[in-house]
């Protein structure tokens, strides 16, 4: 397992991925949600919205975070407390979006981080937010 424990978290760490979103994506993402909604999934019915095409459920990328969050910084044995998302822009099939997480305070205490998370496409801000998790600590 890689990842960190939380004596070696450092304020302004930062880790990140990138995903191609695809429509198998996208209806793989309906079908384990539930979320149904045309827009991801109805090109006839997308192309008579504001987004003139289908676009992939915000949750999507907010998932690619929480794969960060998970697998990377601080990684495996991380517990997700909590996570605001504002949804920017859409994320179309075909966009690379590219999520990002940064250490941004770390409470001793409690072993809980607070981390900046965002994703991209095409260097423009579709979903930001922050998280706090409760990072592994060593066993002793």
Same mark, same amino acid.
């Given at each position: ?6 004596d ?9 991925m ?5 429509a ?10 539930g ?5 991801? +999934?109805?090109? =006839? ?11 992939? #459920?915000g949750? /999507?990328?907010? %998932? ?9 910084l ?14 920017r822009r859409p994320?179309?099939?075909?966009? +690379?979006?590219? =999520? ?7 409470d001793?205490?409690?072993? #809980?981080?607070? /981390?900046?998370? %965002?994703?991209?496409?095409?260097g423009?801000?579709?979903?930001d ?8 600590r060593?066993a002793?």
């Open positions: 397992m890689q990842g960190f424990y939380f070696e978290l450092t304020v302004g760490q930062t880790a990140e990138s995903r191609v979103v695809g198998a994506d996208i209806e793989a993402f309906a079908e384990v949600s979320d149904s909604n045309p827009v991801h +999934l109805d090109e =006839a019915y997308a192309k008579t919205t504001t987004f003139g095409q289908r676009i992939a #459920h949750m /999507l990328s907010a %998932a690619y975070i929480s794969a960060i969050l998970g697998t990377r601080p990684g495996p044995g991380a517990i997700y407390l909590s996570q605001s998302l504002r949804f994320v179309k099939i075909g966009d +690379l979006v590219v =999520a990002r997480v940064t250490v941004k305070a770390l001793e205490s409690r072993g #809980h981080v607070t /981390l900046e998370t %965002a994703c991209e496409v095409s423009k801000t579709v979903v937010g922050e998280a706090l998790v409760i990072a592994p060593r002793t």
